[in-house]
Structures are given as C-alpha cells and as structure tokens.
C-alpha cells in the first residue's frame, strides 16, 4: 500500500528566504508525483506535476525535484514571500491505478 | 474555461441528519473524482467516475455514503445518515480522462461540520 510522507508538518520562516519541503513515498511504482497548494477554505492549486520519467520541475520561484528510486520528492522556493503562506500537498499516481495517494502536507508561514 | 463548481460551500448539520453535496465538473471532462479531507490530513478518494460509470469506491463508505453521476456530467454525493467523524471539507476534481497523465482539477470543496 503505498503511503506518501510530508516533513515537517508545519514550518515558519522569515519572508526572503529560500526553503525546502519535503515529501516520501514508499512505493517507487509511481506515474507521477504532483504538488500543490491549498489556501484556508479553498480547493487545492496545482503547483508542479512531475512525470516518473522526469527529475524535475520549474515555475517561476518553485522548483520540484523527484528521485524516484529513493522514494522522495522536495519542493524548493526561492525567496519566500508572505503570500506563500499556504498548505502544500504532495501527491503520487500509482501505476496502475488512477487515483492520487496525498501526503498530510506542510504548513508553511512566511513571516513579514 | 469555468473550473470544477461545488455547492454549498458550507453545510453544519446534526448527527444522524442527512446531507448531499453537488459538483459539477469542467466541461468536457470525462472523469470525477471525490475526496474526503479531515482537518489536517491530506484528501481521501472516496470515488472515481468515469463517464457515469463507477471505477473505484473502495474507500466510499457505502452504508451511509452514496454518489451518483447521471448522464456522465453532474454528480451528487449522499451522506444519510451523518455521524460526527463525517466532519470534513469534501473535494470534487475533475480530469479529461482516467489515464495517468491526465492532470486532476479540484473545485473550492464543501466544508460539512457535523454537530
């Protein structure tokens, strides 16, 4: 059963700093991998979605990276801003299968 | 292109009362998707539609949810009757297709307190 893993659960960081999210999985049988991002009260925002065979992905300041075969995924952003003070998901689409497995996500603050 | 609709946005019902949440997906968009996400979890797929047809409810369960998707557009999604641990926002997506590459799209969700 495949399980997907987000540390830390919460992180606060002053604005303008770079930061790191992580995220595993146990399963390497993997489609894809997809970050996202969740506002209070809203929907989820796709972020960056990796395919297996790709190493990573850019947008704007974000860029996510997938090493597949020791089950981890990190989202890096550059030069945080308060604005990205969110909730962001990992997600993994296991072979076979067509549903999405969600990590319980981090909790992320950027302080002014 | 108009995203994934859901309402009401908001719903706080007592135990034991029933409730039903509507989603309607983007247009063209063959596959449905409902996720269960308890405060600090990351979401459950509860069902997979594909066109009007059921392709994974593992994890729906059945005797107190139900869903449907009449003529392959619409869905609806039944709690009856609401147990307190039901409290949880409920995430419809919707994508082209079912095949992996296809990118899931998430509605605003619907936030149901049970009391």
């Known amino acids: 059963k495949q399980e997907v893993t987000q540390i830390p659960a919460a992180l606060s960081v002053p604005e303008g700093e770079n930061l790191v999210l992580n995220c595993s999985f146990t399963?390497?049988?993997?489609?894809?991998l997809q970050w996202f991002r969740q506002d209070p009260g809203k929907g989820l925002t796709s972020l960056l979605l990796?395919?297996?065979?790709?190493r990573e992905q850019t947008s704007g300041r974000l860029n996510a990276s997938l090493d597949k075969s020791s089950g981890r995924s990190t989202l890096y952003i550059a030069a945080s801003q308060p604005g990205d003070s969110a909730t962001y998901l990992c997600?993994?689409?296991?072979?076979?299968?067509?549903?999405?497995?969600f990590g319980q996500g981090t909790r992320l603050t950027i302080n002014p | 292109e108009a995203g994934v609709a859901q309402s009401p946005r908001y719903k706080i019902i007592e135990k034991r009362q029933s409730v039903a949440f509507w989603c309607n997906p983007i247009?063209?968009?063959?596959?449905l998707y409902w996720y269960q996400q308890i405060l600090g979890q990351g979401p459950k797929l509860l069902i997979q539609?594909?066109?009007?047809?059921?392709?994974?409810d593992s994890q729906l369960p059945k005797d107190r949810f139900s869903a449907e998707r009449l003529k392959g557009v619409d869905s609806t999604l039944k709690i009856q009757p609401a147990k307190l641990e039901d409290s949880a926002v409920y995430l419809c997506?919707?994508?082209?297709?079912?095949?992996?590459?296809?990118?899931?799209?998430f509605g605003p969700g619907t936030r149901l307190t049970v009391t």
């Open positions: 247009s063209g968009h063959a596959t």
């Open positions: 539609f594909q066109n009007n047809g059921v392709v994974d």
């Open positions: 399963d390497s049988a993997i489609y894809n």
């Open positions: 990796i395919q297996s065979s790709q």
């Open positions: 997600a993994v689409k296991i072979q076979g299968a067509q549903k999405l497995v």
């Open positions: 997506a919707s994508s082209l297709g079912g095949a992996g590459f296809y990118e899931q799209y």
